[in-house]
């Protein structure tokens, strides 16, 4: 039972344009969400991250939505760069649950960016 | 800073044969886990140390085995291996298992096991 889906496994744009990353979840315990960023022969490395209080987290180039109701969130980067082109990792946690907080990963997606 | 070390970066196995994955922070971390990622799986966690001294079973922890051997060091261990295991593993360590739970990766080894 997949709770953290990414249904699109790969993106292309070109650079300049805007990328949107999209990522659902089922599990409506989760209240913490994050973005990590992989390049090839490398581990996953922290983006971005918003918890369920807000709707909206901007760091630079990179903004991360939630839509709670609809249990879905988006990575939107504006403007893409050919640096950014990656696999994208989207987790999902439960806060202040007394025990331990796992992350929970979605499947991924690649995102390119061309020239 | 070198973060989270993972060693080795490549290793090819006989089903059967035993092996253990070497996972070292230097970021004073709590915690620590390990994790497999395999084609369209996403990263899967397998056993995790909250602590130095405890360590609790993942999302996939059969056929493997963990030491949290101090603060620094996190090992996984294939007792017997099997093909079902050939995939990359990661460590990450975070600050703590609670909370905004920010968690660092090493660079992960490639196993196959034939």
């Known amino acids: 039972d997949q709770q953290v889906k990414q249904n699109s496994p790969s993106l292309s744009v070109q650079e300049g344009r805007i990328s949107i990353l999209n990522c659902d979840y089922t599990n409506s315990m989760f209240d913490y969400f994050l973005w990590y960023k992989k390049y090839p022969a490398e581990g996953p490395t922290f983006l971005i991250s918003i918890s369920s209080i807000k709707d909206k987290n901007e760091d630079g180039r990179f903004t991360v939505f939630l839509n709670k109701s609809a249990k879905h969130l988006s990575l939107h980067i504006v403007p893409s760069q050919p640096g950014d082109s990656a696999v994208y990792f989207c987790?999902?946690?439960?806060?202040?649950?007394?025990?331990?907080?796992?992350?929970?990963f979605g499947t991924g997606t690649r995102l390119q960016v061309t020239l | 800073n070198a973060g989270v070390t993972q060693t080795p970066k490549f290793q090819v196995l006989k089903t059967g044969q035993s092996m253990t994955l070497q996972c070292a922070q230097d970021?004073?971390?709590?915690?620590m886990y390990w994790y497999r990622q395999d084609p369209g799986m996403g990263l899967r966690l397998i056993y995790y140390?909250?602590?130095?001294?405890?360590?609790d079973k993942g999302e996939v922890p059969n056929g493997y085995n963990v030491s949290r051997l101090n603060k620094r060091e996190f090992s996984l261990r294939l007792e017997s291996a099997a093909p079902s295991q050939t995939s990359v593993y990661f460590c990450?360590?975070?600050?703590?298992?609670?909370?905004?739970?920010?968690?660092?990766f090493g660079a992960g080894t490639r196993l196959s096991v034939l």
């Open positions: 970021m004073n971390h709590n915690s």
């Open positions: 990450a360590s975070s600050e703590s298992t609670a909370g905004k739970n920010i968690q660092y």
């Open positions: 140390s909250a602590s130095e001294g405890t360590t």
């Open positions: 987790a999902a946690s439960v806060l202040d649950t007394g025990t331990a907080s796992k992350l929970t």
